[in-house]
T-cell receptor, first 112, second 111 residues
Framework: DTAVSQTPKYLVTQMGNDKSIKCEQN?????MYWYKQDSKKFLKIMFSYNNKELIINETVPNRFSPKSPDKAHLNLHINSLELGDSAVYFCASSPWGNTEAFFGQGTRLTVV | GENVEQHPSTLSVQEGDSAVIKCTYS??????FPWYKQELGKRPQLIID?????GEKKDQRIAVTLNKTAKHFSLHITETQPEDSAVYFC??????????FGAGTTVTVRA
């Protein structure tokens, strides 16, 4: 019955590799997000999608490419991983016209 | 864009005492102000929210107040318990697509 689920939960990879994180929500929400939480716990929005359309791209390097095949899924692909990409990445969703965000359990990405 | 500042960054309270966290925001168009609680290793979860047409909202031991003129809002936790220990985030939004978060407050409740 998980509302927002993302996989994998942990991801350890070497610099320069390409990796993907998947996110799915079964809440019927129209809007989905990716947030990055750094080591100081700061939560920063990266992308926002509404009904599969990109709404917000918060000056994220173009090595990060989100893809929304349908409104229940928002995946994040990262090319040429760098040490500074190490963080916890949270997927979230919210209903249309309501900004309460429901978060996934997070993906802890470690780049070595 | 919206800028949200949150204070203090850490807060230690004795069990049973009250805890207060304060946030200020920059965009006067912001109209939605949620508070999230994040326990260690877990996801952020909404605990209470307030909209700009309301000055105060209460839910059991937690309450939020909003001063639109001064552009600040606060979270109050009364009769704190050990399970209240967590990181608390305030946020502000002026549209339906983006929440701007404060930097977080680590609350520790001492038994």
């Amino acid at each position: 019955d998980t509302a927002v689920s993302q996989t994998p939960k942990y991801l350890v990879t070497q610099m320069g590799n390409d990796k993907s994180i998947k996110c799915e929500q079964n809440l019927g929400h129209d809007t989905m997000y990716w947030y990055k939480q750094d080591s100081k716990k700061f939560l920063k929005i990266m992308f926002s999608y509404n009904n599969k359309e990109l709404i917000i791209n918060e000056t994220v390097p173009n090595r990060f490419s989100p893809k929304s095949p349908d409104k229940a899924h928002l995946n994040l692909h990262i090319n040429s991983l760098e040490l500074g990409d190490s963080a916890v990445y949270f997927c979230a969703s919210s209903p249309w016209g309501n900004t309460e965000a429901f978060f996934g359990q997070g993906t802890r990405l470690t780049v070595v | 864009g919206e800028n949200v500042e949150q204070h203090p960054s850490t807060l230690s309270v004795q069990e049973g005492d009250s805890a207060v966290i304060k946030c200020t925001y920059s965009d006067s168009a912001s109209n939605y102000f949620p508070w999230y609680k994040q326990e260690l290793g877990k996801r952020p979860q909404l605990i209470i929210d307030i909209r700009s047409n309301v000055g105060e909202k209460k839910d059991q031991r937690i309450a939020v107040t909003l001063n639109k003129t001064a552009k600040h809002f606060s979270l109050h936790i009364t009769e704190t318990q050990p399970e209240d220990s967590a990181v608390y985030f305030c946020a502000a939004s002026w549209n339906d697509y983006k929440l701007s978060f404060g930097a977080g407050t680590t609350v520790t409740v001492r038994a």
